[in-house]
């Protein structure tokens, strides 16, 4: 019998409460940015708060999906990171539970989320697609607002560009209106002048009054006909002159027929369908193509009349010497071929591009078919991928609330962004394969939350800057010194009177090795990478080293504990082979560029440890020396 645990409803209570709030954060983003790119098409057209009502209820829901996402990334790193920050993720471990577990009940709940998102996008989302469209194009074919500015001319107005000095806010009187009519063309342009006047919408809203005071009209007479400098013109002097023009402010909306072939208006049955409709006609029309422009096609018919008899026959063209008929060809007949012949060529080369260009977008409507085809599911898988990364991410970094998370969500969605945007770009060109391009971004996705999952589930310092600080300097070749200092309590004093003489057999080894090795040359390139031997001499330098700084960090002297600091630290594998299986090390120095870099580092490395030798025997005298004269005592 299934159980729901406590704590599986204190998670889910948790993670739930906060995807709510995430998600409308995230769809008004989302709206907005989808706002300001078609702010400039309903600014100033006058759009009734129902046509703005349904612009952003469609917005809204095809933006769903889009939003879902990134909600789960933030909700579950914010609801993770408040676990972990009040110690409840640690207590939830120490119980015995681990984070595989945690994360049980709230990895179904995000499989319904993945339900959700995937209805909007296969039937909802479709919907609102079309309906979002078609109202955007309505929108654009609607006329702007009557609101004419002041000092500048107004161009929206058609075929009339209209030009007011000043308004009159309360009358609504115009004052030192020059218009410019230019229904009969640019040349033939009527320039009307007037002290003042008022401009009215017509009661149906198709026509604009235009009434005119104290003004002149200007009109040039000349005909399209007429190429003479002097051009007659005509003036006419008015008190009051009225005009009806055309101006539709009325808002109708497009047929819906606009986006009913769309691809973003169907759903996967309609997609599929459509896929195979277009591979069908693509195949039918690429064969006749085909058989249009084989050789047999593209070879011209000859016929031949032999002088013996009027009978006509057909002539094979590759029977014939093509020079030798063209050599003994006159001037005129030459000019006749050449013609010809550019003539054929031309106009083949105009049929190849038209036929090119048919094959060419009948490919890309069916890239973009399969595109929003795939679409639909990755949109949707991405919340669960999401999910694997936010929550164990969240685990590690251990930060509630809405600072770190935000930031990390922000960055990990942008990187989804552009990995799924630029497979989207390469699909829709032809460049990648459809599938390979729109899975990309899932592949990553999923990469990383695996990566993460294991990581977080091992308590694994994936985050931890020192870690990887520690890791750099080792591969750099940079290393650590030591820092001693006088301990408060001391349990056992260091046996100064053994230590001279076991100070003395760590020299002798430091030496014996200096001269067998001889670390300062240069080793052999095939020996040293066929070489199997351990360097267990110098493990065992190493070793004898550590227990000496280790007993003598027990002093009380701060002479002897200087003099300690000086001992490098070495590393003792770093001057052997890098790998440590065999046949590694032989691939790595069969791959010349990477052995090379390796050996060279090697010898560096070869180097500094006969270095480091010369130090801890040098080191080995000055404390010897401290030992002997009691400059340790209360010192």
């Known amino acids: 019998m299934l159980r729901i645990k406590k704590l599986d409803l204190f998670i889910v209570k948790s993670f739930l409460l906060l995807f709510v709030g995430t998600f409308f954060i995230c769809l008004f983003i989302f709206m907005m940015q989808f706002l300001w790119r078609y702010v400039d098409d309903l600014v100033g057209k006058g759009l009734g708060m129902d046509v703005l009502a349904k612009f952003f209820l469609y917005s809204g829901l095809t933006l769903v999906p889009v939003s879902l996402p990134l909600a789960v990334l933030l909700a ?57 469209y078609t109202l955007l194009r309505s929108v654009k074919d609607k006329s702007p607002e009557l609101e004419i500015p002041e000092g500048v001319f107004y161009t929206e107005i058609t075929n009339y560009n209209l030009r007011v000095e000043k308004k009159d806010r309360h009358t609504g009187l115009l004052h030192d209106v020059l218009i410019y009519d230019m229904k009969d063309g640019f040349e033939n342009a009527r320039v009307i002048y007037a002290d003042s006047g008022r401009l009215e919408m017509t009661a149906d809203k198709k026509h604009l ?46 047929s819906s027929d606009y986006m009913s072939n769309n691809f973003l208006t169907k759903n996967i049955g309609e997609l599929q369908h459509s896929i195979d409709s277009i591979k069908i006609w693509g195949d039918s029309v ?46 005129t007949q030459k000019q006749k071929i050449i013609s010809s012949a550019v003539s054929r060529a031309e106009n083949t080369n105009t049929d190849l591009k038209f036929k090119g260009s048919t094959i060419g977008q009948n490919d890309f409507v069916l890239r973009r078919h399969e595109i929003e085809w795939h679409k639909k599911f990755t949109i ?87 870690a990887y600080m520690l890791w750099l300097k080792k591969v750099m070749g940079v ?100 790998f440590p299986g065999h046949w590694l090390n032989v691939a790595a120095g069969v791959i010349f560029p990477l052995g090379l870099f390796f050996y060279f580092r090697i010898w560096a490395f070869r180097k500094r440890l006969a270095k480091d030798l010369e130090r801890v025997i040098q080191t080995n005298e000055q404390i010897k020396a401290i030992i002997r004269d009691g400059e340790y005592i209360n010192k």
């Open 76 to 132: 579950s790193l914010i609801t993770f990171g408040n676990f972990g920050e009040r110690y409840e993720l640690l207590a939830m471990k120490a119980a015995g539970i681990s984070l595989l577990k945690i994360m049980r009940p709230l990895a179904f709940l995000i499989c319904g989320v993945v339900a959700v998102s995937f209805y909007f996008q296969n039937v909802i989302g479709p919907i609102a697609q079309g309906k979002l």
């Open 209 to 254: 009054w235009l009434h005119l005071y104290d003004g002149d009209l200007f009109e040039n007479l000349r005909a399209q006909s007429m190429k003479s400098q002097n051009v007659p013109y005509r003036r006419e002097e008015f008190r009051e002159k009225h005009t009806l023009i055309e101006f539709d402010s009325d808002f109708t909306m497009a």
């Open 286 to 331: 690429g064969r006749q193509y085909y058989n249009d422009l084989s050789d047999a096609a593209l070879r011209p018919s000859y016929t031949l009349v032999k002088a013996d008899s009027s009978r006509i026959e057909e002539a094979d063209i590759s029977a014939y010497d093509i020079d030798s008929l063209y050599d003994i060809a006159s001037l």
């Open 380 to 466: 949707s898988l991405s919340c669960l991928l999401f999910f694997f990364i936010g929550a164990p991410l969240g685990g590690i970094i251990r930060k509630g609330g809405l600072g770190m998370p935000v930031v990390v969500s922000v960055v990990l969605f942008i990187v989804y962004y552009i990995i799924d945007n630029t497979g989207y770009k390469m699909s829709r060109d032809g460049k990648w394969i459809v599938w390979t391009g729109m899975w990309l971004s899932s592949l990553v996705l999923a990469s990383l939350g695996t990566f993460f999952t294991y990581k977080s589930n091992n308590d694994s310092v994936v985050l931890n800057a020192d």
């Open 479 to 578: 290393r650590s010194q030591r820092h001693l200092f006088k301990k408060e309590v001391i349990i056992q004093d260091p046996d100064y009177g053994s230590l001279p003489s076991r100070l003395d057999g760590l020299t002798a080894s430091c030496r014996r090795y200096l001269d067998e090795n001889r670390l300062t040359k240069a080793p052999g390139y095939f020996r040293l990478w066929m070489s199997d031997a351990k360097d267990d001499e110098m493990l065992t330098i190493d070793e004898r080293l550590e227990e000496a700084v280790e007993e003598l960090s027990n002093t009380k002297s701060a002479i002897l504990l200087a003099s300690v600091n000086n001992y490098p630290i070495i590393p003792v594998s770093a001057h052997v082979r890098p």
